[in-house]
């Protein structure tokens, strides 16, 4: 009896210095600086270059991710071949990889001395410190986000339904658009909804290969970072715009799926009353 | 003329498909146990698997010819293919998994199903008749040269059953069209087919009537699986032209059918009568054994003596006072069984 008590104890102390210390740190950016010195600190040029900078680049590599990465994804999922482990492994790889050795990976490639540098350079075109810099950066620490639920949602698929949907005379275009796309939906939103988020908050990538220039490659998070030293309730302020946008995001990503399975499910007896 | 001809090799995980089959404007049924390689049949029909080698044909057009590099792709087919669960688009109302198919003749084929109240109805809302009538309607929507139905029984409830297995019978016998059906029950078999293939491990063992494999079984896998009781033994020529099969246990048994070596009677339930004594007529064969177990099932009652099981009715159980333990002897005519041989 009291060895069971001790223990639902133990477990419920666990549990409060786990969410304590998760939460206490995004409390104290709120309590640190006056709720109205917030609001205002957030009309500074900074913080609205680094607004519309991270907006650009995160919206241009989300629509990258997705139109590239679905059909990646897709060909993953349900094909099988020599080397598939190898794929897969290399897809997840800058999940786990130091930001700022993806950083100089980049540097690397796109760089002025890069391997694809002179090429570039003779096209009369400088990828490192611009923009486009900046997209790649985001684009190659964020795809792997979505890349990896991609694969998971359309490997769930039931193969049935797409073999039905080929001998119903549909081609493989049709029956991945009409069957496979709405199916594996839900999954692949909360997988954008994932690489979303971890691209709004790219750093280390970003600073090696894009720099952080005021109005052109400085976003968000790097603009906490140049602010730190400069004005501090002002880096506060950006921090407490970015906990709210990735719980926004979170948030979005929990409920997405849930939303659309309960409206297909509500919606059908309402159907079925119309009909009968 | 048969409309569906088929001559194909397919190499499954522990054996090979190897298969010739012609199906006219029938039914015919292909049973065996699981993993015996039906549904790789209905997918290499479909274009679904590709065989190693041999061809496909559909009302004299080539859907698959390893010789000549043809191999067209599933939506070329015309093939009606009825999964095994229905495999119904879950994301669409029922008219709309229908009219997926194209050809603007959802309506018609709802109607013509009886399912046309259903039309707005969620998959997920149905019942397993209705699943399978809604299978059935998508996959004849696009007007196929041929029907392939995988399991259509296995996702229905067992009350349900035998009133399903009707109508399908009834809806199958109006298409006129070539139907080939897969099913591990030899029952959903002889009811719904015009003629059945048993297959094992990839081949085909017999093809028949219903009544031919169940009268004259090619072997002891097709006896035992149409329901008969088998037993093995080792068959000689015995006296007044009767053959003579002994038993492991030493007993013998006499057939009429004739063989020598390493054979197996088989018998079918409805032919062995149960009693306490050996009864005074016409049988040879007597099997003095306790009952092992005693099931009634509506009228009848399924009676297990040592290695036979007899069916009888009810009536008869009560008559007798028939009890599981008691000593009884099952009888039987050496006209009654089949000898079939039993190659190892």
Same mark, same amino acid.
């Given at each position: 009896?009291?060895?069971? /008590? ?7 102390? !666990? ?55 679905? $059909? ?6 349900? /094909?099988?071949?020599?080397? /598939? ?62 890349? /990896? ?42 997988? !954008? !909804?994932?690489?979303? !988020? ?58 997405? $799926? ?19 | ?106 309506? @018609? ?15 997920? @809302?149905?019942?397993?008749? @209705? ?112 053959? @003579? ?6 007993? =013998? ?18 032919? =062995? ?72």
């Amino acid at each position: 009896m009291i060895r069971r /008590r001790l223990f639902t104890a133990a477990l419920v102390a !666990a549990t409060a210095l786990a969410l304590t210390f998760l939460a206490l740190p995004l409390l104290a950016i709120f309590l640190r600086v006056a709720p109205g010195e917030l609001v205002s600190q957030l009309g500074n040029d900074v913080v609205l270059d680094a607004i519309v900078v991270t907006a650009k680049a995160t919206l241009i590599s989300q629509a990258l991710i997705l139109l590239v990465g679905t $059909p990646t994804a897709y060909l993953i999922a349900s /094909r099988s071949f020599r080397g /598939r482990a190898l794929v897969i492994t290399l897809v997840e790889l800058p999940l786990v990889l130091p930001p700022a050795v993806a950083g100089l990976a980049l540097l690397a490639t796109f760089g002025r001395l890069g391997l694809l540098g002179g090429t570039f350079e003779a096209l009369g075109v400088t990828v490192s410190f611009t923009q486009a810099a900046v997209v790649l950066a985001v684009t190659y620490v964020a795809s792997p986000f979505y890349l /990896r639920q991609a694969i998971a949602s359309f490997e769930a698929l039931d193969n049935s339904l797409l073999d039905a949907s080929r001998t119903l005379g549909a081609g493989p275009a049709r029956t991945f658009f009409r069957i496979a796309l709405p199916l594996a939906a839900s999954g692949l939103a909360a997988g !954008a !909804a994932l690489s979303f !988020a971890r691209g709004i908050g790219e750093f280390g990538a970003t600073i090696m290969f894009a720099g952080s220039l005021q109005g052109v490659t400085q976003t968000l998070s790097l603009a906490i970072y140049a602010q730190f030293d400069l004005n501090l309730d002002l880096a506060l302020a950006l921090g407490a715009l970015l906990v709210l946008l990735s719980a926004a995001i979170l948030l979005a990503a929990k409920l997405l $799926p849930a939303w659309t399975r309960s409206t297909s499910t509500l919606l059908s007896p309402f159907a079925r009353f119309g009909s009968s | 003329m048969d409309a569906l001809h088929l001559d194909v090799a397919l190499p499954l995980r522990p054996f090979r498909l190897e298969l010739a089959l012609a199906v006219g404007r029938e039914t015919v049924a292909l049973v065996g146990p699981s993993g015996a390689g039906k549904t790789s049949v209905l997918r290499t029909i479909a274009g679904l698997a590709r065989p190693e080698r041999g061809r496909v044909a559909l009302d004299g057009r080539l859907l698959f010819d390893a010789a000549a590099g043809i191999d067209l792709p599933p939506e070329e087919r015309g093939v009606g293919y009825v999964f095994q669960d229905y495999a119904l688009f879950p994301h669409m109302t029922v008219e709309q998994n229908v009219a997926y198919a194209g050809g603007g003749r959802a309506g @018609e084929v709802l109607d013509r199903l009886g399912i046309a109240a259903l039309a707005d109805a969620q998959p997920g @809302e149905l019942s397993g008749g @209705e699943r399978q009538r809604v299978g059935l309607a998508r996959a004849l929507a696009r007007d196929p040269d041929v029907l392939l139905l995988d399991e259509p029984m296995s996702a229905l409830d067992a009350h349900t059953r035998t009133g399903v297995r009707a109508e399908l019978r009834r809806t199958l016998d109006d298409l006129d069209l070539p139907v080939l059906l897969v099913t591990h029950d030899f029952q959903d078999a002889a009811v719904l087919a015009d003629r059945v293939g048993v297959l094992v491990e990839g081949r085909l063992l017999q093809v028949g009537t219903p009544g031919e494999l169940v009268a004259a079984p090619s072997d002891a896998f097709v006896a035992s699986f149409t329901g008969a009781n088998v037993l093995a033994g080792f068959a000689r020529r015995g006296a007044g032209g009767l053959t @003579e099969v002994t038993l492991g246990d030493g007993s =013998i048994l006499y057939s009429v059918d004739e063989g020598e070596g390493p054979a197996s009677v088989a018998v079918y339930p409805w032919e =062995i009568s149960i009693a306490r004594e050996p009864p005074h007529d016409s049988s040879l064969n007597h099997v003095r054994r306790p009952i092992t177990s005693l099931v009634r099932i509506g009228n009848r009652a399924r009676v297990q003596v040592g290695p036979l099981v007899g069916e009888v009715t009810t009536a008869s159980v009560e008559r007798l006072g028939l009890h599981e333990g008691e000593t009884v002897v099952a009888s039987f005519k050496a006209a009654a069984t089949h000898l079939v041989s039993r190659e190892s």
